[in-house]
């Protein structure tokens, strides 16, 4: 994938081209290129730096964020937005047709971001008080998700979702966490357990990353300064002994 460098290089494409403006680690972009791939739609991803956001680029998101969606030259910025506007024009429908349901999705969607927000504090974390605290808060996450699961594969049992698509992403930190160590968020949430298997064999998420996705997240998860950091040095230096 090459990095946007002109606004032009994105906008100026023929009618019903779709440009994903894309960040290599964005689990936001994650949940467009599922939602893309499952529905069929033919797409260019482009990656951008945003270390160095270039002027082209917050023009086209004003909060200077990714995903953007470039459809015929506009940009379509938000991931939740961009999610919604692929179910209004796009085929397959990844949301259920009963209202009630619908709304329920759209709910866990917006709790998959919750959740994303309290795996940045995880990583984060400056010190063992401030990272427990934030363990605790994830693993309570994952005791009210394994309440609502059914016994299918999915979500809502045997249909694919957007409720899915955004724990994709989710699901994915802890394949890179687990490897660091065994902080116990999942413990004693059998179903659970079972979707995060489910959705890391899924081709659409196994495809929405690069396959270098988990050394360029330790490289990012070693750089932060932060109790995990610490304990990722640790674990370095007892492999190297």
Not at 61 to 73: A, E, F, I, Q, R
Not at 84 to 106: G, V
Request: aromatic content about 10%; proline content about 7%.
């Amino acid at each position: 994938m090459s990095i946007v460098k002109t606004a032009p290089d994105v906008a100026d494409k023929r009618p019903s081209e779709i440009v994903l403006v894309s960040h290599h680690l964005c689990p936001y972009v994650q949940r467009a290129v599922i939602a893309l791939t499952e529905k069929g739609v033919p797409f260019e991803r482009r990656d951008v730096d945003l270390s160095r956001k270039p002027d082209w680029f917050t023009a086209l998101s004003p909060l200077g964020k990714t995903p953007v969606l470039v459809v015929d030259g506009r940009p379509i910025f938000e991931s939740a937005v961009i999610l919604e506007y692929l179910e209004e024009t796009q085929p397959r429908p990844l949301h259920p047709a009963d209202p009630i349901s619908r709304a329920r999705h759209r709910s866990w969607v917006e709790v998959a971001s919750s959740i994303l927000n309290d795996i940045a504090r995880f990583y984060t974390a400056p010190d063992a008080e401030s990272f427990e605290t934030a363990r605790a808060r994830l693993a309570g996450q994952f005791r009210r998700a394994e309440d609502e699961l059914g016994t299918g594969p999915w979500f809502d049992g045997e249909a694919f979702s957007l409720v899915d698509a955004a724990f994709g992403p989710v699901f994915r930190y802890f394949d890179v966490f687990e490897r660091i160590g065994d902080f116990g968020v999942l413990d004693g949430c059998g179903k659970v357990t079972r979707w995060h298997a489910a959705l890391a064999a899924r081709p659409s998420v196994r495809s929405a990353v690069s396959i270098d996705y988990p050394q360029r997240l330790r490289v990012f998860l070693r750089a932060r300064g932060s109790h995990l950091s610490t304990l990722m040095a640790n674990q370095e230096m007892a492999e190297a002994s």
